[in-house]
């Protein structure tokens, strides 16, 4: 079968090796003239990012790069943005890159038309409708990670350096308008940022499946999702240069942040602190805790487990069978087994757990939490207690 398509859902999605060839094709559709590409300085350097911006010269795109996004972004990053694609006379934005780039670029092009400032349209009650969406530019995504399933996400996570929290920007139009998926442009990813990238696509399917409310066709694409992780997922990291795991895991994360406008839950919940105060890496951190919180909620989702295990062929139609399946899965892609591998010790959990418990995600979690519970979770992942 060929690994091509043009899909409808979420959103307009290119979806093929090869496709960042119609870029410039996407940006005109738009009614671009002048993009901006907004990506970080790494990539920056990279020749894939000078063959965007040629392919899109070629077509007679005005077309610049902004690089100033760090990792975990932060409102700077997304102000000097703004202050680029004003002083530029930009009309759209190009947002190439991993989760931070991405989400960045879709702040960047919901703030430049905007008066207030970012911490206004914080995805609280309804304060999404403060934006005045006319001054939204229009955003064409091309990931070049498979994990954060940006490019498909109405939101965006920029942490507050004033308080050390990461804050999720939120309006229904951040849906980026096109998404070139090309599998071609991840296969450079080293082995450790594959694992680490698809292992948050894994925890976005799975705490979306997890997660306790009605929500049938978000089930029906986390399911799938998780599927393709576990097929796909050890051959993508095994041998990069695999386009079709590459292209498997790069649809993978589209759905897994498809899939969890259902609801997030406890992993991200502790991932989101630990990146704020100490910039552990995302899908890294998400794939330690996985099965401590796996195991914390148990008795809440023992049912839906099981169904879970017998959709993926697991040897055993179980929790156990599940759990077990998690954990020889991190260790066949090297993610450590502890928090504390990664640095979050023991004193970090107390100052941790409030912030765990407000986050965003923890609403969604299948076992209602206090900050005593996240507190005591915390030890458990860093002391590898199950
Ligand atoms: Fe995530």
Redesign the pocket.
């Known amino acids: 079968m060929e690994l091509r398509g043009n899909w409808n859902y979420p959103t307009s999605i290119r979806f093929g090796a090869g496709r960042i060839r119609e870029l410039p094709d996407a940006c005109r559709s738009l009614g671009m003239r002048s993009p901006l590409l907004v990506t970080d300085p790494g990539l920056a350097a990279l020749p894939m990012v000078a063959r965007a911006v040629e392919l899109c010269r070629d077509a007679g795109l005005h077309c610049v790069v902004f690089s100033d996004v760090q990792a975990n972004p932060v409102e700077e990053n997304v102000n000097r943005g703004v202050a680029a694609f004003r002083s530029g006379g930009h009309d759209g934005v190009i947002a190439f890159g991993g989760g931070s780039a991405l989400d960045a670029a879709k702040a960047i092009a919901l703030m430049v038309g905007q008066t207030r400032p970012l911490w206004d349209f914080e995805d609280r009650e309804d304060w999404f409708t403060r934006v005045d969406v006319s001054g939204m530019a229009p955003v064409v995504a091309v990931p070049t990670t498979a994990g954060?399933g940006s490019e498909v996400g109405r939101a965006s996570v920029i942490t507050d350096l004033s308080d050390h929290t990461k804050k999720i920007i939120f309006h229904p139009k951040m849906l980026p308008a096109i998404v070139i998926e090309d599998p071609e442009l991840t296969v450079g990813l080293p082995a450790h940022v594959t694992a680490a990238t698809g292992m948050?696509a894994l925890?976005?399917c799975l705490e979306a499946w997890c997660s306790p409310f009605y929500h049938p066709m978000a089930e029906g694409i986390a399911a799938e999702g998780m599927r393709l992780v576990s097929r796909w997922l050890p051959a993508a990291v095994r041998d990069g240069g695999n386009v079709d795991a590459r292209a498997h895991m790069l649809v993978a994360s589209s759905m897994g942040a498809t899939a969890f406008q259902k609801g997030l839950g406890a992993m991200?919940s502790l991932s989101h602190p630990c990146g704020a105060n100490l910039n552990t890496h995302?899908?890294l951190t998400?794939a330690v805790v996985m099965p401590y919180v796996l195991a914390w909620n148990r008795r809440a989702i023992e049912d839906k487990m099981v169904r879970l295990a017998a959709y993926l062929g697991l040897g055993s139609h179980s929790f156990e069978g599940f759990l077990e399946w998690v954990l020889a899965l991190r260790s066949e892609i090297g993610i450590p087994h502890t928090l504390a591998e990664i640095g979050v010790r023991e004193e970090h959990a107390a100052a941790f757990a409030p912030q765990a418990l407000a986050d965003p995600s923890t609403g969604g979690n299948p076992l209602p939490m206090t900050e005593d519970d996240f507190r005591v979770l915390y030890l458990n992942c860093i002391n590898g207690k199950m």
Do not use: V
């Open positions: 954060t948050d925890s976005h991200h995302h899908g998400n």
